[in-house]
Nanobody, 129 residues
Framework: QVQLVESGGGLVHPGGSLRLSCSVS????????VAWFRRAPGKERVGVSC????????YYADSAKGRFTISRHIAKNTVWLQMNNLQTEDTGVYYC??????????????????????WGQGTEVTVSS
């Protein structure tokens, strides 16, 4: 059974940092592209950052460029999203998604996912003073 467990969310002041983790079990990451999506209160889910199956390519939404870094560790079967200089607009629930054999991270971040993908349950990030 495939499971994705996100963690690392919390309450942080503007300018602070968080590192989100997506721990995966039931499959190995090296065949999968990974996306981090955010659902802000009252808004649609949007792709924040994505990494291709080979990890050779990454994509960041404009709002995340220069502040967020996506990375993965195959042996630990974990993907991280390091978020620095957090702003109030970064508030939301962050979800990770796995899609098999995807080398276009921009498209991954732009698509809502399909029935073959795997989603985590989300971790909540609140940026507030």
């Amino acid at each position: 059974q495939v499971q994705l467990v996100e963690s690392g969310g919390g309450l942080v002041h503007p300018g602070g940092s968080l590192r989100l983790s997506c721990s995966v079990s039931g499959l190995t990451l090296d065949d999968y592209a990974v996306a981090w999506f955010r659902r802000a209160p009252g808004k649609e889910r949007v792709g924040v950052s994505c990494i291709s199956s080979s990890a050779r390519q990454t994509y960041y939404a404009d709002s995340a460029k220069g502040r967020f870094t996506i990375s993965r560790h195959i042996a630990k079967n974990t993907v991280w999203l390091q978020m620095n200089n957090l702003q109030t607009e970064d508030t939301g629930v962050y979800y990770c998604l796995l899609k098999k054999y995807m080398e276009d991270p921009k498209t991954l971040c732009s698509s809502p996912g399909s029935g073959d993908d795997y989603w985590g349950q989300g971790t909540e990030v609140t940026v507030s003073s």
